[in-house]
C-alpha cells in the first residue's frame, strides 16, 4: 500500500489523485445479476486531481461550531463548484461508507472531516477520475488517523467494491489486471512505454448508455475475459508493438452512438502514423511512447490535426504512464 512510514497524525493529508487508461479491456456478455464480466489491464497515468483533507479536530471546527451529524461527517468543497459535493460524489460516500466501517469494528468516531476536491480530470472519459478521488479519499482517511490499526489494501478494495468496479484498482495501482466486474485486481509490471499522448475530445460518454449499446449490438464473447495474455510479455514490448496488440470492445458500441469519436480517432491514428485506443467507455483516446521527446512532437502534430473537431490545445497532453499514490502530510 503506497502509504509513508509516518506515525504522528498528520493535520492535513494531500493526494494527487492519478486518473486511469484501460490499455486493454475485454467485455463478456451480461450475468444473471446484469454486470457484464470483464478482463482488464489498467494503469495510472499523469492526470491528476488534487483532494486534500483535514481533521475537524485538527483546527477545523465543524459548521456553526456544531457536532457532525453523519450527514456533515464530510464537508466538501470542490473546484470548479459545478462538481457536486454531496452523495453524488464519490469522495463523500467513500468516507461515509469508512466510518461506518470504523463504527461496525467499535473504532472511535471520526469527529468530521473538512476537504477540498480540486478536479482536473474530465468526467464521462472513461478515465476514473471519480473512482481515484474515492481510493485516494480513504487513503488520505487512513493516514489522518495514523496510530490506529490501519485497514489493509484487502479490506480497503473491499469497502471500495460497494461503490465501483473501478475503485479497487486504486489500491494496486500502478499496473494491474482487473477481472469479474473489474473488482478482482492482480497487480502486474507496469508497461515499458513510460509516456502517453492522451487525447480529451470535448464528449461525454455515459458508461450506462455504452454497455446498452453493446448489448444492443450483441456484442461480448466468453471466452474473450477468460483468455489470458502473456502480461509478463506484453509490458516487455516496445510501445509501437504492444499498441497493436491492446484491444478496447466498448469502442464500437461508443462509436456507434458519437460517430464523431470514431472519426477523431482515426485522424489521430493517421497523423501518429500508429494505433490509437479508447479509454474504457470513453470519450479519451491514447497511444504509447517510449520515450518524452517524441510523445511531446506527435501531441504537438496533433493538437494542430484535431482542431477540425473543436479539440483545443490542452485537451491533447504528454502524460507519465504507471504514476504512483502517494499521500503527504500537507
Not at 459545478?82 to 461506518?100: S, Y
Request: charged content about 20%.
Amino acid at each position: 500500500m503506497p502509504i509513508g512510514a509516518e506515525t504522528a497524525v498528520p493535520n492535513a493529508v494531500s493526494v494527487d489523485c492519478p486518473a486511469k487508461i484501460n490499455l486493454h479491456l475485454r467485455i463478456g456478455p451480461p450475468r444473471a445479476d446484469g454486470f457484464h464480466p470483464l478482463m482488464s489491464w489498467m494503469t495510472t497515468v499523469g492526470l491528476f486531481d488534487t483532494l486534500t483533507m483535514q481533521l475537524c479536530g485538527a483546527g477545523v471546527p465543524p459548521a456553526a461550531g456544531e457536532t457532525p451529524t453523519p450527514q456533515s461527517l464530510i464537508d466538501l468543497t470542490c473546484d470548479p463548484p459545478i462538481v457536486p459535493n454531496d452523495d453524488r460524489n464519490l469522495v463523500v460516500r467513500m468516507i461515509k461508507a469508512w466510518a461506518q466501517r470504523r463504527s461496525d469494528a467499535g473504532q472511535a468516531a471520526v469527529a468530521g472531516i473538512r476537504a477540498t476536491l480540486l478536479k482536473r480530470t474530465p468526467a464521462g472519459a472513461g478515465l476514473g477520475g471519480g473512482s481515484s478521488d474515492a481510493a485516494c479519499a480513504l487513503l488520505a482517511a487512513e493516514r489522518l488517523i495514523a496510530g490506529e490499526p490501519p485497514l489493509t489494501t484487502d479490506q480497503m478494495a473491499e469497502i471500495a467494491a460497494t461503490l465501483g468496479s473501478d475503485i479497487p484498482f486504486f489500491f494496486s495501482a500502478p499496473s494491474a489486471v482487473c477481472t469479474g466486474r473489474g473488482e478482482i485486481v492482480r497487480p502486474i509490471a507496469p508497461p515499458a512505454a513510460k509516456w502517453a499522448v492522451l487525447i480529451l475530445p470535448p464528449i461525454h460518454m455515459p458508461t450506462p448508455d455504452v454497455y446498452r449499446k453493446f448489448d444492443a449490438m450483441g456484442l461480448g464473447r466468453q471466452k474473450d475475459v477468460e483468455t489470458e495474455p502473456d502480461w509478463a510479455a506484453w509490458a516487455k514490448l516496445p510501445a509501437a508493438k504492444l499498441m497493436t496488440m491492446l484491444v478496447n470492445d466498448l469502442e464500437a458500441p461508443a462509436f456507434a452512438i458519437r460517430p464523431e469519436l470514431e472519426a477523431i480517432r482515426l485522424k489521430a491514428e493517421r497523423k501518429s502514423v500508429r494505433p490509437v485506443r479508447m479509454s474504457g467507455s470513453g470519450s479519451s483516446l491514447f497511444t504509447l511512447f517510449g520515450d518524452e521527446r517524441t510523445a511531446t512532437e506527435v501531441r504537438d502534430y496533433l493538437r494542430i490535426h484535431l482542431r477540425e473537431f473543436g479539440i483545443e490545445e490542452q485537451a491533447v497532453m504528454v502524460v507519465g504512464v504507471g504514476v504512483p499514490i502517494i499521500p503527504s502530510s500537507a
